[in-house]
């Protein structure tokens, strides 16, 4: 019982990201602590939006035989005219859950007072980036996907990172994104992208090892692209 | 299997209801458009009509006549643009593992049907009244074409939805399809009111058929000798074929 990929090509073509992946295997088996450690250009967008259904492979199949969420704390789902309750409740509906219990338990967690039933337009960016959070987290899936871990307040943060531990003793946890502290706390398993290949570590370390070496050398990447043009570094040295 | 079918039909149930809700959006442009959109062409239609005396088919009542053309197709064009718009475009809620592409088409047709079919009622039973061609010869029948007309802008924007997501500029067509649609759809007009030699042209589109089934159900003193409700059924039955099997095939192509 897991998400698997099995012999996936994918082309990305999104903003500046253009790489493509070429039989691509991954498995997330039932109750795994999974991280995909990779940079912004390294297309992991992509690779949530196949693991979601919300894209088609070019090639190969994506087998889910578990419930599985849509990559959290995603903002784009919210209706920016509506309340952060009305939100809740087509979420609710959606998923068939108890709409009332789900609305309440939401605004309890969240704590967004009256920001909870005005227009999501005047809502603060904390209290948004926090619901989407909870709207995520409150809901029963077998796999959670989270890219971003630091929503909402600071006051949030450690009540956020307490229920994703208690999240992950009871479900799958997929982190996605290239926050290795947080992958080494809460994960015991990694794939590491790098130019269209995944690799997998059932070892945090080691993961966390290959992933700093990843950054190690595109910083030397772009030092030897400055330093081979000295007009540039003027340029980027110069003061202003 | 049916739990699946009650899943699918909660989801496509919690779209169209967000859909609706989503109207309210722009307060001067949403709800208020569509209403008003119809009310001014209407109006308009009405003011030719009494400037151009002959035109209007002398045993139905004019705003009554009007109305029964005017409503059901403008929400076929507004189901068209909207399946068009959930097929041909990668929408945010398609992040959602459980939505479908078909899921977002349907729930935004469903919410076009609910808006238009308050209007059709509401402007109906007023101006029917007020012209006295209360009540309807054959409600039924209204309504069923009604909503035949509805399913067969859905087939058409399953078709039309997935052949743009290989041929962009087929949108521009929409446009071209929809103008000529309005002239020679039966939307100002019935068919006796032309010469009987044009008839086997303008029975080719299945749209005229339906305003023709729309007069025919409403008003006692009309019966169209060409309206073959057969025929549109035929063509519902075929594009929804293609426009389905269009959508499965390119599931894999990206979208543009």
């Given at each position: 019982?897991?998400?698997?990929?099995?012999?996936?090509?994918?082309?990305?073509r999104?903003?500046?990201?253009?790489?493509?992946?070429?039989?691509?295997?991954?498995?997330?088996?039932?109750?795994?602590?999974?991280a995909?450690?990779?940079h912004?250009?390294?297309?992991?967008?992509?690779?949530?939006?196949?693991?979601?259904?919300?894209?088609?492979?070019?090639?190969?199949?994506?087998?889910?035989?578990?419930?599985?969420?849509?990559?959290i704390?995603?903002?784009?789902?919210?209706?920016?005219?509506?309340?952060?309750?009305?939100?809740?409740?087509?979420?609710?509906?959606?998923?068939?859950?108890?709409?009332?219990?789900?609305?309440?338990?939401?605004?309890?967690?969240?704590?967004?007072?009256?920001?909870?039933?005005?227009?999501?337009?005047?809502?603060?960016?904390?209290?948004?980036?926090?619901?989407c959070?909870?709207?995520?987290?409150?809901?029963?899936?077998?796999?959670?996907?989270?890219?971003?871990?630091?929503?909402?307040?600071?006051?949030?943060?450690?009540?956020?990172?307490?229920?994703?531990?208690?999240?992950?003793?009871?479900?799958?946890?997929?982190?996605?994104?290239?926050?290795?502290?947080?992958?080494?706390?809460?994960?015991?398993?990694?794939?590491?992208?790098q130019?269209?290949?995944?690799?997998?570590?059932?070892?945090?370390?080691?993961?966390?090892?290959?992933?700093?070496?990843?950054?190690a050398?595109e910083?030397?990447?772009?030092?030897?692209?400055?330093?081979?043009?000295?007009e540039?570094?003027?340029?980027?040295?110069?003061d202003? | 299997m049916?739990?699946?079918?009650?899943?699918?039909?909660?989801?496509?149930?919690?779209?169209?209801i967000?859909?609706?809700?989503?109207?309210?959006?722009?307060?001067?442009?949403?709800?208020?458009?569509?209403?008003?959109?119809?009310?001014?062409?209407?109006?308009?239609?009405?003011?030719?009509?009494?400037?151009?005396?002959?035109?209007?088919?002398?045993?139905?009542?004019?705003?009554?006549?009007?109305?029964?053309?005017?409503?059901?197709?403008?929400?076929?064009?507004q189901?068209?643009?909207?399946?068009?718009?959930?097929?041909?475009?990668?929408?945010?809620?398609?992040?959602?593992?459980?939505?479908?592409?078909?899921?977002?088409?349907?729930?935004?047709?469903?919410?076009?049907?609910?808006i238009?079919?308050?209007?059709?009622?509401?402007?109906?039973?007023?101006?029917?009244?007020?012209?006295?061609?209360?009540?309807?010869?054959?409600?039924?029948?209204?309504?069923?074409?009604?909503?035949?007309?509805w399913?067969?802008?859905?087939?058409?924007?399953?078709?039309?939805?997935?052949?743009?997501?290989?041929?962009?500029?087929?949108k521009?067509?929409?446009?071209?399809?929809?103008?000529?649609?309005?002239?020679?759809?039966?939307?100002?007009?019935?068919?006796?009111?032309?010469?009987?030699?044009?008839?086997?042209?303008?029975?080719?589109?299945?749209?005229?058929?339906?305003?023709?089934m729309?007069?025919?159900?409403?008003?006692?003193t009309?019966?169209?000798?060409?309206?073959?409700?057969?025929?549109?059924?035929?063509?519902?039955?075929?594009?929804?074929?293609?426009?389905?099997?269009?959508?499965?095939?390119?599931?894999?192509?990206?979208?543009?």
């Amino acid at each position: 019982m897991s998400i698997s990929l099995r012999n996936v090509t994918k082309k990305v073509r999104l903003g500046p990201v253009r790489l493509t992946y070429e039989g691509l295997n991954l498995e997330i088996p039932d109750g795994s602590r999974m991280a995909l450690l990779g940079h912004k250009d390294a297309g992991l967008t992509a690779i949530v939006n196949l693991m979601c259904a919300a894209d088609a492979p070019d090639a190969g199949y994506v087998e889910r035989t578990q419930s599985i969420s849509w990559s959290i704390p995603s903002a784009s789902f919210v209706a920016r005219h509506m309340s952060l309750a009305a939100n809740a409740r087509f979420l609710a509906r959606l998923y068939e859950t108890n709409e009332d219990a789900y609305v309440a338990r939401i605004a309890e967690l969240g704590q967004f007072g009256d920001e909870y039933n005005i227009m999501v337009d005047r809502c603060t960016n904390e209290a948004r980036q926090q619901f989407c959070f909870l709207a995520g987290i409150c809901l029963p899936f077998d796999h959670y996907i989270l890219t971003n871990l630091n929503v909402g307040k600071k006051t949030d943060r450690e009540r956020n990172a307490a229920m994703v531990q208690e999240l992950g003793e009871r479900a799958s946890i997929v982190l996605v994104g290239a926050n290795v502290k947080a992958a080494q706390s809460l994960c015991d398993r990694a794939y590491v992208f790098q130019d269209g290949r995944a690799t997998f570590y059932d070892d945090m370390e080691a993961a966390a090892e290959h992933f700093a070496s990843i950054v190690a050398k595109e910083v030397d990447e772009d030092d030897d692209f400055m330093g081979s043009d000295t007009e540039l570094q003027d340029l980027v040295n110069m003061d202003f | 299997m049916f739990a699946d079918i009650r899943t699918q039909l909660n989801v496509i149930a919690a779209l169209a209801i967000r859909d609706l809700q989503n109207l309210m959006k722009g307060y001067n442009y949403g709800f208020a458009w569509a209403l008003l959109e119809p009310i001014m062409f209407i109006g308009l239609m009405r003011v030719a009509r009494s400037a151009f005396k002959g035109l209007t088919p002398p045993n139905m009542p004019p705003s009554t006549f009007l109305i029964l053309g005017i409503v059901p197709f403008y929400m076929y064009v507004q189901v068209i643009g909207s399946v068009y718009k959930a097929v041909s475009t990668q929408d945010q809620l398609l992040q959602f593992p459980r939505v479908t592409p078909v899921d977002i088409a349907i729930a935004s047709a469903i919410s076009d049907f609910c808006i238009y079919f308050t209007l059709y009622t509401l402007f109906l039973t007023f101006f029917s009244i007020y012209e006295g061609a209360w009540p309807p010869q054959n409600a039924l029948e209204v309504f069923s074409v009604f909503i035949l007309l509805w399913a067969v802008g859905v087939a058409l924007g399953f078709v039309v939805g997935t052949a743009a997501r290989v041929f962009p500029p087929l949108k521009q067509f929409i446009s071209y399809y929809n103008l000529v649609n309005r002239m020679l759809g039966g939307m100002l007009f019935v068919i006796t009111m032309l010469p009987s030699s044009l008839w086997p042209y303008f029975t080719w589109n299945p749209i005229l058929h339906c305003m023709e089934m729309l007069r025919d159900g409403w008003f006692v003193t009309y019966t169209s000798p060409v309206a073959d409700p057969a025929y549109v059924l035929e063509w519902l039955l075929g594009l929804l074929l293609l426009g389905l099997s269009l959508e499965r095939f390119q599931r894999r192509v990206p979208y543009i």
